[in-house]
């Protein structure tokens, strides 16, 4: 039964990769997309900040991409989940919210909580950081 699980694992965690990349390849396409969009509309070099905030969260949507590949190849490899790749997809995706999120129309608790799960990501990465011998 062990056998039967580990090679599911394997098959789920190869097709969950695959469908991952294509994702990533798609969300590369659609991010220089749209900054090819923003650049051509862009009159005498003064872009919009709105148009450079939505490229910005594109960016950082494909990096939390990028770094979910690395959690699903290290699972692959070494068949465990690197609490620390996790802690920092974590605190790229929380950094997406707040990139993408209008702060000015946020509620204050909205704002506090999102600043508090930052602090608590963070000395969470302190935390599980080896420590020197």
Do not use: Y
Not at 18 to 45: C, K, P, R
Not at 60 to 85: N, P, Q, S
């Amino acid at each position: 039964m062990e056998k039967i699980a580990s090679q599911f694992e394997r098959l789920a965690v190869g097709a969950l990769m695959v469908l991952l990349m294509a994702t990533i390849l798609f969300g590369t396409l659609l991010t220089a997309w749209s900054l090819v969009e923003d650049l051509l509309q862009v009159h005498e070099l003064v872009a919009e900040p709105k148009a450079l905030f939505d490229v910005f969260g594109l960016f950082v949507a494909v990096l939390v991409g990028i770094e979910l590949l690395k959690i699903l190849r290290h699972l692959r490899e070494v068949h465990e989940v690197d609490t620390t790749l996790v802690v920092q997809t974590a605190l790229i995706a929380l950094c997406n919210k707040v990139i993408t999120a209008n702060l000015a129309d946020m509620p204050w608790t909205e704002l506090m909580a999102v600043a508090a799960l930052i602090g608590a990501l963070a000395a969470a990465i302190l935390a599980l950081r080896p420590t020197p011998a």
